[in-house]
């Protein structure tokens, strides 16, 4: 008997992510769980296990308590369910922006222990460095310009970035300076339309927006907020459902039949057999 060779689909590539400079809008999401993953996949080009799980899922008030190993954990899980989507996972705040070299190692070792196609980093201006680093020893990265919220403490707030001359300078120059870096595309985040469309223009890799307009050329939110899971949501979201009011009648519903003793029935029940 012959072994039948296995359906292999093949997943969404950095390259394939380049590539699609000017040519068709790169469609991404955050992703924390398998079950939620396993959704999105067949939708999206790349998932983004976002540092943003800090805030959405643990409740943290910013990604700076994010650590390597949430990180890892629930890359794995969104590994373990997405089968087509590239899978990037978030580097926490303290993991990359001292030496290369540690950067490296830890970068590695989400790669390693999640088998994620790639990394993101928010590149500061030490960080260009660090991507090159990494990049020409094999491990693909993914730019991160204009809001930072690792900033959070620096900035004060998580503000849109580029209504001065001297921020629009900046973030135009990070983002150069990311591309010739290597990375294989660059999150703008929280930047008013004309910089987002001259840093688009500026650089040969996708700018992939939050907050940055139509002017990129991909798109990416943090999902929890576009399923409505959340009563503030900032402006650029657009919410598809509203899974808050969803889960809250269904928990009413479940609660009202517990105390009315219709919860469970006959057809919830395991009976013992008949002799
Ligand atoms: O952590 C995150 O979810 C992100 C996206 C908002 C781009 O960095």
Partial sequence: ????????????????????????????????????????????????????????????????????????????????????????????????????????????????????????????????ATIDYMVKRGIPVMGHVGLRPQAVLVDGSFKAKGRTDEERARVLEEARATEAAGAFCIVVEGVAEALAREVTAAVGVPTIGIGASAGCDGQILVTDDMLGLFDWTPKFVRRYADLKGEIAAAAKAYADDVRARTFPGDAETYFSKKP
Avoid: W
């Fill in 1 to 128: 008997m012959s072994a039948q060779r296995p359906e292999i689909i093949r997943r969404v590539s950095a390259p394939d992510i380049a590539a699609r400079k000017g040519k068709q809008p790169v469609v991404c999401l955050t992703a924390y769980t398998a079950p939620i993953a396993a959704i999105l996949d067949e939708h999206c080009d790349l998932l983004l296990v976002g540092d943003s799980v800090g805030m959405v899922v643990h409740g943290l008030p910013n990604t700076v308590g994010v650590t390597l190993e949430m990180m890892i954990l629930h890359g794995q899980a969104v590994m373990r369910a997405a089968k087509r989507a590239m899978v990037v996972v978030d580097m926490p705040f303290g993991s990359y922006e001292g030496a290369p070299e540690v950067a490296y190692a830890n970068a590695a070792r989400i790669m390693k222990e999640t088998g994620a196609q790639g990394v993101k980093v928010e590149s500061g201006p030490t960080v260009p």
